[in-house]
């Protein structure tokens, strides 16, 4: 962990402590931003013995300019991070502000992180006022507990979640984890991410909260939100450094200490290219794409109708298969208001919904089925048809070696002129008229002369992707093995079979996923004129 730069503190103007109250001291700490290369730096103040509560009051001093903002104790541990929230901070032994975290107050050298979010008029002032308290004002908070993993039983099935949720320990987010639940459990989601931005405050009301909502799970994440790239650790329980460039501080690093919560990280909008109206959103992490399993392929908010940047995410996720990483498919609503009070380019949670099929409806294995890629993705909601692909007993996240293959698809709750067809090396194969609900059909394709080829199926709706799974890889059947799958001697692997579903295409083995559904109770470039549009609803960006 980085510990601040005395180049860095001798920035700030200190004004000596002044008495406000007997139990209360106050600092003043202005400024210029350091003019160099990194994004981040610190800000030092002194906290004496005795001390048990202190109070962050920060401002960038500008309409154009937009700072950040975070702590770190005398050891350089995280104590919170806010970000762009404009509200104050306030950090005691028993209780703390949203986005950060209680604890022993060490007496000694804390320091104000500060992030370079936006320099428009550089080089960029703060103001930061210090108070330090011996007698805490925020009440205690006894709804906080240590997190630990939650399982809400259940069987083998199709588990409908969103991915990518934000509760109001984000600084740019409002909504209660109550709230959350009310309306996922509204639209018949089993499961939501939490993935707040740069903190892991939101772990500390997940028993009080899951306490109460017996029915729908909560399942730990953060959003590692940087200036070049936001991507969320699926899983993640414990805070991990955001602030690249720092010394030891980089994205590979970041990844090793997610792999070892057991954490499935995922890229997030990585096409969502908005500059300065979401700082950081697009894809430009220098992380090698083999430590990426998932790839957000659908985001909510300004893409929840699919018309500006699911085309190029889907793009994003078919350039890292073409290099030979199998990332799964996942989509989320990037929600920041509990799907209340939303404006024309908010989400509501469950728009879009990932599907994972799963042992059971626990937080291991939600995570054990993404990492075996059992994904499907409703890119606008709930209400979109499912879809499920199998090649006999193989179910997507499978690789297997054949002669010419049978792919099944089924397809159920489809609207009247949906069609389905299977995406092959990313290229689209011929659609196919669904005719019926449920709906079966038969794909026979040849494997590859060499290497794997992998096979996704797309549900289309008015000529459009509506529904995506991930991708079944086939390689060729090894030569001294009898050819499987063959035509000639395999009725069952015909070249265009259709029905209504009989359920013949779970049955096979037992080792497909069953088709249950989802298991909801609820049964291009971008546009200038849309830029237009977004800079006049806000002059602060939409996302930290």
């Known amino acids: 962990m ?48 005795g001390t048990r ?22 050891q350089g541990v995280f104590r919170g991070w806010g970000g762009g929230n404009g509200e104050n901070a306030v950090v005691g032994e028993a209780a703390a502000s949203r986005s950060y975290v209680p604890g022993p107050i060490a007496a000694g050298t804390w320091s104000v992180v500060v992030g370079k979010a936006k320099l428009a008029a550089p080089p960029g002032e703060y103001l930061i006022t210090v108070t330090l308290r011996d007698t805490p004002t925020l009440p205690a908070q006894p709804e906080r507990a240590p997190y630990q993993p939650a399982a809400l039983g259940g069987g083998p099935r199709w588990y409908a979640g969103d991915f990518h949720v934000h509760s109001r320990e984000s600084g740019d987010a409002s909504p209660t984890l109550e709230a959350i639940a009310e309306f996922a459990r509204g639209r018949g989601l089993d499961f939501v991410v939490v993935t707040d931005h740069n903190t892991t405050s939101h772990l500390d009301f997940f028993a009080d909260a899951q306490a109460r909502h017996p029915d729908l799970l ?8 940087t200036y070049a790239g936001h991507m969320n650790a699926i899983g993640a329980t414990a805070w991990v450094d955001h602030k690249l460039g720092q010394p030891g501080v980089t994205i590979t690093a970041a990844a090793d200490a997610y792999d070892l919560q057991g954490a499935v990280l995922s890229a997030n909008h990585p096409a969502l290219a908005l500059g300065d109206l979401c700082i ?9 794409p083999a430590r990426l399993g998932a790839v957000e392929i659908a985001t909510g908010g300004l893409d929840k109708a699919g018309m500006f940047f699911t085309d190029d995410a889907m793009r994003f996720w078919d350039d890292l298969c073409d290099r030979g990483h199998r990332p799964a498919p996942i989509g989320g609503s990037d929600d920041h208001k509990a799907g209340l009070d939303l404006g024309g380019f908010d989400s509501p949670i469950g728009d879009p919904t990932t599907l994972v099929y799963a042992d059971a409806l626990s937080v291991d294995a939600i995570l054990a089925g993404l990492r075996a890629g059992r994904t499907v993705v409703k890119l606008q909601g709930p209400a979109d048809p499912m879809l499920e692909l199998s090649s006999g007993t193989h179910v997507p996240g499978d690789s297997f070696d054949s002669g010419p293959a049978t792919f099944t698809v089924r397809v159920t709750g489809a609207p009247a002129g949906a069609s389905v067809r299977l ?14 609900d449920p709906f079966t059909h038969d794909f026979l394709l040849e494997p590859p002369a060499a290497g794997h080829s992998r096979v996704r199926a797309e549900v289309l709706v008015d000529g459009k992707p509506r529904t995506v799974t991930n991708h079944l890889w086939i390689g060729p059947a090894p030569s001294d093995s009898p050819t ?61």
């Open 2 to 49: 980085s510990r601040p730069r005395p180049a860095l503190v001798a920035l700030a103007l200190l004004v000596p402590l002044t008495p406000a109250r007997a139990a209360e001291t106050t600092q003043e700490l202005k400024g210029q931003v350091p003019m160099d290369s990194l994004d981040h730096f610190f800000v030092a103040f002194d906290v004496p013995a």
């Open 53 to 74: 509560e202190i109070e962050i009051a920060h401002d960038d001093l500008s309409d154009d300019n937009i700072l950040d903002w975070g702590l770190v104790d005398p």
């Open 218 to 225: 909560f399942v730990p994440g953060c959003e590692f939100t």
């Open 280 to 288: 950081g959103c697009a894809w430009q992490l220098e992380l090698d």
């Open 423 to 436: 995406v092959r090396d990313r290229k689209p194969q011929e659609p196919v008229a669904v005719t019926a």
């Open 484 to 544: 499987t799958g063959d035509p000639t001697t395999d009725p069952s692997a015909s070249s265009g079979t259709s029905s209504a579903d009989t359920g013949s295409a779970s049955d096979s083995a037992g080792a497909s996923p069953p088709a249950s559904g989802c298991a909801c109770r609820s049964g291009a470039p971008f546009s200038p004129v849309l830029a237009a549009s977004l800079l006049a609803l806000r002059r602060r960006r939409h996302r930290r």
